[in-house]
DNA sequence: TTTTAGCACTCGCTCGTCGTTAGTGCTAAT
DNA sequence: ATTAGCACTAACGACGAGCGAGTGCTAAAA
């Protein structure tokens, strides 16, 4: 399983970059003249074929068919990503557009987020997306509650992790703002710090108590509360600029893209793929090397966490093809989400440092 | 433009429905043949040809090539939805599948609509959608401020259609309870009943004056409610189900599906399009026929708005191919629209109306 | 021992051909 | 007005030839 990196001779990595990298930019299977041709490899095309079969015998490169050139095979893509990469100096331009980016001034998260990813997408021309990732024992902080009609209010809550969720109320009965402030004065006391998962018939007994044996008003009130406690650490996924998969070959047939679809529609194996991954670099998962997620099988994720005061509050990544602009998707990602991660107050890192996972 | 509806005999009403089913259920241009020999037609396929002519010569039909069946050209799609279609008759498992979505208790909008979404595209096989229409001069009714610490706080705004928003606000300098009250008490008093419009520099001073010249305070406050205003008429397209779409084959290339998904992603035609439509029944928008929005010319939207409390607060709706099955979708829309806003307050229709545009 | 030139071989791709087939339009007979 | 019959059309699939890019292998050169 583990790669034989320092086995390979500087020159089997200087063809395997140069195939990864003409596989990148053509899509097609690149052939061993091809590589004297263009490089800066001072050997013939047979010296090549050797090395590449060899290449392949080592489970980095692939053939559609005897006859065709080679591609990268998933391995051969994770090596290159982790130890041949070059780094991607941006455009003006690139650098520009993120910075006018933070110049919008978004009070929330959501919109941040989402705004990001859609510049991902257009910078990289890839299909961007911005996940708040599942949050374990998520528990409300403050309750506060704004009164509508003598009918229903809002019930506003905040949470650990820092969201904020509202729900319309509606009760049978009358409320008021006598009630209203009692009633969040009885959660804020007894109904913080618990999650969905500890809130006991016990709590709710006291609760009772305290709102005068108002069972029905705190019976709706605290399913909400439930509610919102589960909506809260359900993650979320917004997928931005899917027509840009279209453009490219692979992603021409119903298999890949719908497998692809298929799991933005699910969410929940992207969602569980991205929230197990900590840390703040930018991460890039291949195809389903790693085998937890079987659908995404013929394309890359790369995402970077989003941080805020020492937690990840979320992430930006784009989708696409295996043959994916590696250099430059890390480089704009590593930049975006570094520029985003400080316009949330975190600090921002000044080195340099290696970014693969 | 108008359709010679009356001009067409009782026979050629049913060849192009013959046709228009024909070509629903199997995908394929159909020829005369199959017409002669499926249904209880009495002529011959030279007949069944000969109308078939004059069919296209009305453009009611369209031939891909000379010796191909014909297809039901857009025109003849909306004279079948309009004319011909006869009654779907539900079947208990739907029935029974809306039943139960009614009876999850969902109190926000949002959730139901996303809810319901599902359910159609579920149900129908297609891909579905869900709106919150484009609402014009949206006003505040109410604010509420909820602190969080010294120098943050929450500010929620009821909005004139009922909905609800929230946004952190980070201020400069101290905030505490008796100021927030201060604040929303003037707010209350000051900028309820305005659109994003029709807030004025005066308004703006007034409210300075009211807060002790605090303008810091009030700048930061007001850009977010002009926000969160903007927000609220902004409208809203999500969509449940895209990989349905890649079964049906005249999606399997890049073409058509390249458009849908750019019109999905841009949201804005969409949303004109459903927002620009009132009333109360289901709608049927075939291809670009109405020539407003050029961009779905190959596929159909079928859309139910939802209705509470006698104003129109959403949509639901599938998107697919031209030769959708009409007569299911439109019976599954219909009801599970009605049940949607049946849940939300709305009166049930009892009287089976004419259902079509 | 490594590299390279040369060569036979493979296999997908592109044409063109051809027969098949499903469908049409037209005409003449009913 | 309808229908049977017939000639015609165009897509579709199979077949085969030629092409070309690319390989693996071998034997010679460095």
Chains 1, 2 share one sequence.
Do not use: W
């Amino acid at each position: 399983m583990s790669l034989p990196i320092g086995e390979l001779s500087e020159r089997k990595k200087l063809i395997l970059k140069a195939i990864v990298e003409a596989h990148i930019r053509g899509g097609e299977p690149v052939g061993s003249k091809y590589i004297t041709e263009s490089k800066q490899l001072t050997c013939s095309s047979a010296t090549i074929r050797n090395e590449m079969a060899e290449l392949e015998a080592l489970g980095l490169l692939e053939q559609p068919h005897t006859s065709a050139g080679r591609v990268p095979s998933k391995r051969g893509y994770r090596l290159y990503v982790d130890t041949l990469l070059e780094e991607y100096a941006m455009t003006a331009k690139e650098i520009a557009q993120i910075n006018q980016l933070m110049k919008i001034k978004m009070s929330e998260l959501d919109q941040i987020l989402d705004k990001a990813s859609k510049v991902a997408s257009s910078l990289t021309n890839y299909t961007g997306f911005a996940i708040k990732p599942r949050a374990h024992a998520v528990t409300v902080t403050k309750y506060e509650a704004a009164l509508i009609d003598a009918h229903s209010f809002i019930l506003i809550v905040v949470a650990s992790n820092g969201a904020v969720k509202t729900r319309n109320v509606i009760v049978e009965g009358e409320v008021d703002d006598k009630i209203l402030a009692r009633l969040t004065a009885a959660l804020n006391e007894l109904v913080t710090g618990l999650d969905a998962e500890q809130i006991s018939l016990s709590t709710i007994i006291a609760l009772e108590n305290r709102m005068s044996g108002d069972s029905v008003l705190v019976n709706t009130v605290m399913k909400c509360i439930y509610e919102m406690l589960s909506d809260l650490d359900g993650g979320e996924l917004k997928v931005s600029g899917l027509d840009r998969l279209l453009q490219y070959p692979e992603f021409a047939d119903t298999e890949n893209l719908g497998e692809l679809l298929g799991a933005i529609e699910r969410k929940d194996e992207i969602l569980d793929l991205v929230s197990g991954i900590d840390g703040e670099d930018v991460n890039v998962v291949i195809g389903s090397e790693d085998c937890s997620v079987k659908v995404i099988n013929n394309s890359t994720l790369v995402f970077k966490p989003i941080r805020s005061h020492g937690k990840t509050v979320g992430a930006i990544g784009v989708i696409g093809p295996l043959r994916m602009d590696y250099a430059r998707v890390l480089a704009t990602l590593d930049s975006l989400g570094g520029n985003v991660s400080h316009l949330l107050g975190e600090p921002k890192v000044s080195d340099k440092g290696d970014k693969h996972d």
